[in-house]
């Protein structure tokens, strides 16, 4: 122990502040001055707290258990203090001051200035002793001191270096235990988040799917509508086949012109829908890519985690890198991490929903085109049947007319042969009675008398001549009933034909075309 070594000042010196006072000042760490602690390199604060030791009882004895000896010789006293006033020799002989300077005789006082240049006695004589007996038991001491400081400083960087290995190695433990942790819990946020953006993909990957086959739907409506189109103007065209006064605007050319005209905006409609459709679909798609390149990220990231939250101080995977205790640039925060993940995850809500706001309405809007045309065909086909109907009636009528008008004209013509008959009938009679008035003539003067037979001969021929002239009147009136009825035959005839001509057109035609209208679920795409 320093206490109990005999090398050191006794308590005699350590009265004076001698060099066994600072030596045993020194025998504690407590005591010992922060210059004696190993300090981290990087000078920082949490470092010099781990290294720090913990207090303890020091195991040297005090300077008051030492026992009380004397200085050694070799050691400073307390004379070396006070230099004497009286110089003696080595005889022991006092000296007096010479003629040359004072105390010149060649002793050599000891003080503490005696190391300074210009301190030194003058002397009248030299040899080879520089020091004195002060200055020599004085660097004994610092010797001493000095090896027992050293021995005293490898103790304390001894025991500094003990606590700061166990220090160290309790503090690295915790802080791998600490970031072990943190990083498990950063592998369940991304997991988290990775199960989220799978799930959000997965249903916009449905939602796109689904929304394909809408637009797969309308394609296929926008197909089968060419059919209703084209029977709407087929119908149309032909209807401009129609003679004379059947060419008319009924009620079903205008609800075949409605019908085009619906059939046209239904179009306009499903163009403008497929373009939404399609933009639609480049949304979803492009969102779906932007969290499935998040997914993957946070994947690979997962991944990464995953092996770091596995590594052990014993895996055979551990190297230096000294290079990746960086902060790289372009790095992101925990804020806009969960910021970002949020902003892709609301960005597909957002686009799912304007889908799925999008297919409701398509949904919707090919029902109601479908119902509306088929409302408006069936319009269509009421009229058109309720116009073939009317012609074809009229078609009747006109046939029972042709039928009567050709009775009527038979007798007609039945009636002018018999008035013609009539007429050759009275001929006898006329030339009779003409025979007898021109036989009557030739009597002899006063025999040609103009007797009662002579008056009823004139009045039998102008009664004959009256009745010739009523049946040719008669006669006459039959051929222009005859005529008129010839007339109106052809008008039947012909109105006859139109009928028909009609009746083919809407029957055979239109009707035979509008049998192979889609039906309203063809016409919503399925």
């Not at 760490?29 to 981290?40: C, E, I, N, R, V």
């Not at 802080?175 to 799930?199: F, G, I, M, W, Y």
């Not at 005859?482 to 001509?501: D, G």
């Amino acid at each position: 122990m320093i206490g109990t070594s005999c090398y050191l000042p006794q308590k005699k010196s350590q009265k004076y502040g001698t060099p066994q006072m600072e030596m045993q000042d020194r025998a504690s760490p407590h005591t010992q001055a922060s210059d004696f602690f190993p300090q981290p390199e990087n000078g920082s604060m949490v470092a010099q707290a781990i290294c720090q030791p913990q207090p303890h009882v020091c195991s040297v004895s005090s300077c008051h258990e030492q026992p009380e000896k004397e200085a050694p010789c070799y050691l400073p006293e307390m004379r070396d203090k006070f230099p004497s006033s009286k110089v003696m020799t080595a005889q022991g002989e006092s000296q007096k001051m010479g003629v040359t300077a004072p105390w010149a005789a060649g002793c050599i006082d000891c003080g503490p200035l005696a190391g300074l240049t210009g301190t030194r006695p003058v002397v009248d004589q030299y040899s080879i002793t520089r020091y004195s007996e002060e200055e020599w038991r004085k660097h004994n001491a610092d010797v001493l001191r000095g090896a027992d400081k050293a021995t005293h400083h490898a103790k304390v960087v001894d025991f500094n270096g003990r606590q700061c290995e166990i220090f160290t190695a309790a503090d690295t433990d915790k802080k791998q235990s600490d970031n072990t942790r943190q990083l498990s819990q950063r592998v369940h946020d991304v997991h988290q988040r990775k199960t989220e953006l799978k799930h959000a993909v997965r249903a916009m990957a449905d939602e796109i799917n689904t929304l394909e086959l809408q637009r797969q739907r309308l394609r296929t409506a926008m197909g089968v509508l060419r059919m209703p189109e084209f029977i709407a103007g087929e119908c149309i065209n032909r209807r401009t086949a129609r003679l004379e006064a059947d060419l008319v605007r009924d009620k079903a050319e205008e609800e075949l012109i409605k019908e085009a005209a619906l059939i046209r905006e239904a179009g306009d409609l499903m163009g403008q829908m497929l373009k939404q459709v399609e933009e639609q679909l480049k949304h979803n798609k492009a969102v779906k890519k932007r969290l499935e390149m998040d997914w993957s990220d946070k994947k690979e990231s997962y991944e990464i985690e995953a092996i770091n939250v596995g590594l052990r101080i014993t895996s055979k995977t551990l190297l230096f890198k000294p290079g990746a205790t960086c902060f790289p640039d372009g790095q992101s925060t925990p804020e806009g991490w969960e910021q970002y993940t949020r902003e892709n995850l609301n960005l597909l809500k957002a686009e799912h929903k304007r889908s799925v706001e999008l297919r409701h309405f398509l949904s919707s809007f090919m029902s109601d085109m479908a119902r509306d045309l088929r409302t408006q065909a069936d319009r269509v086909e009421m009229a058109l049947a309720m116009r073939i109907a009317e012609t074809d009636e009229a078609r009747q009528r006109m046939e029972n007319e042709l039928l009567k008008t050709l009775q009527r004209i038979t007798d007609t013509e039945m009636l002018i042969e018999n008035l013609k008959q009539a007429i050759r009938n009275l001929d006898p009679a006329m030339k009779k009675a003409q025979t007898r008035l021109d036989n009557r003539l030739l009597r002899p003067q006063q025999e040609s008398c103009r007797d009662i037979p002579h008056y009823g001969l004139v009045d039998e021929v102008k009664a004959i001549s009256e009745s010739v002239s009523a049946l040719k009147a008669q006669l006459h009136q039959a051929e222009e009933s005859r005529c008129s009825l010839m007339t109106a035959r052809a008008n039947l005839e012909r109105e006859i034909i139109v009928k028909r001509k009609t009746l083919y057109v809407d029957r055979n035609r239109c009707h035979e075309i509008r049998s192979h209208y889609p039906s309203t679920v063809a016409l919503t795409g399925y």
